[in-house]
């Protein structure tokens, strides 16, 4: 899986901790969502990511220090983000 879109989708809660396996990802979108807590830690080992879109959610907390977006051309942490660097 290359892409992946939970954009607009009224989804609530934590953000599922299930990214580890997905190792081509290249963009993921879960922005308009009721997504609460912190970015889950399998979601900063994605290498390949080169957008990641969390905008216009309730996303909380620092930011992992084990980041490997080594490939990040684009992030979108926008609207009730309130993250720590």
Known sequence: ?????WHRNNLSGKIP???DRLTNLQTLSLHDN????????SLFTLTRLSQLDC???????????????SNLT????????????
């Open 1 to 5: 899986m290359v892409n992946n879109g």
């Open 17 to 19: 901790n299930v990214f």
């Open 34 to 41: 009721n997504f609460q807590g912190k970015l889950p830690s």
């Open 55 to 69: 905008s216009s959610n309730q996303i909380e907390g620092p930011l992992s220090d084990k980041v490997a977006f």
């Open 74 to 85: 684009e992030l979108f942490l926008e609207v009730f983000m309130h993250i720590q660097l």
